[in-house]
């Protein structure tokens, strides 16, 4: 499955942004979910995560009460909703789909999206 991730840009703290990452093929609704992000000058960490059906989801420490990940499987698209960002927020953001389990690691999902940047000013 390709991966098509959108809606990135440039925000002030305290901002919202909402990212998109389409599917091409409806296998989409197979597979867990997740967002991942890489600073410069650091490895790529786990942002959010969500099951196949929608009803479970996962996030990082850092982000939990103010990202929110959901997905629509008759559009096959996965969403994350970003509110109050920080400057520690800017990263490039990866959509990634794992099919064999419900997983934070990287290394677990199979496919990813190209990235889209956000970026946060103080």
């Known amino acids: 499955v390709q991966l098509q991730a959108s809606g990135g840009g440039l925000v002030q703290a305290g901002g919202s942004l909402r990212l998109s990452c389409a599917a091409s093929?409806?296998?989409?609704?197979?597979?867990?979910m997740g967002w991942f992000r890489q600073a410069p000058g650091k490895e790529r960490e786990f942002v959010a995560r969500?099951?196949?059906?929608?009803?479970?989801?996962n996030y990082a420490p850092s982000v939990k009460g103010r990202f929110t990940i959901s997905r629509d499987n008759a559009r096959i698209t996965v969403f994350l909703e970003m509110n109050n960002l920080k400057p520690e927020d800017t990263a490039i953001y990866y959509c990634a789909a794992d099919k064999n389990g419900f997983n934070n690691r990287a290394s677990e999902y199979e496919y990813w999206g190209q990235g889209t940047q956000v970026t946060v000013s103080s």
């Open positions: 093929e409806r296998t989409f609704s197979r597979y867990t």
């Open positions: 969500i099951n196949t059906g929608g009803g479970v989801t």
